[in-house]
């Protein structure tokens, strides 16, 4: 099996299919698709119909992630699966507290482990604030805390998501999720696959070739 994963969980995802003996390959298309939302279903689209000539069963590692259902035309015309919610912060905090959090306080700006790892590059860099940090207000003038939805947190992680509130001028609430939901939201996607009658264990096995 093969997944077409968003970079910025592909890491998780390996991790999970290890510890649950999922035997797939994981293939990640670039996390700064994320700046460009409109590019993402073309992108999986590319790369789904290169992985379903060698792959008996590709699946998609993406929500809706910014594209506005796109993502699911491009699922519904080569018959592919992807991953339940409307982004990654789904995945980790799940929907409905995700949701609260944002109508609690619409100028929330979300984190995850990966999001703080990459802050420096997927933030400053790519909006230009590096750059130009009298940009931040253009920017964030309209939020009122950043969100960190933790999976593993860490010493080094703490450091990094302290500076990235401190660089954003906004206060840091931490929510420890870990990656529960994702697990699960993955395990439902890959037996989701052998729902037309297939083995429910050859949805453990990859096949390419």
Known sequence: ??????????????????????????????PLLHNHPSRIAGEVERLATDLTARYDRVVVGYADCG?????????ARLGLERLAGLHCYDLYGGAERVASYL???????????????????????????????????????NYTRVVWLAQERDSELEVLA??????????????????TILEQELIALVTAQVSSGDPASSALSHSPG
């Open 162 to 179: 302290r500076r990235a509130s401190e660089v954003l001028d906004l206060p840091l609430v931490v929510i420890d999720t870990g990656t």
């Open 103 to 141: 109508e609690e306080q619409p100028g929330t700006y979300l984190l995850t482990d990966f999001l703080v790892r990459s802050f420096a590059r997927s933030v400053l860099v790519e909006l230009g604030l590096d750059r130009y940090p009298d940009l931040r207000d253009a920017y964030f003038g």
């Open 67 to 75: 594209s506005y259902g796109a993502l699911d035309t491009v699922c």
């Open 1 to 30: 099996m093969a997944v077409i994963a968003c970079g910025a969980i592909a890491r998780p995802v390996e991790q999970i299919a290890e510890r649950r003996g999922l035997q797939l390959h994981v293939y990640p298309l670039p």
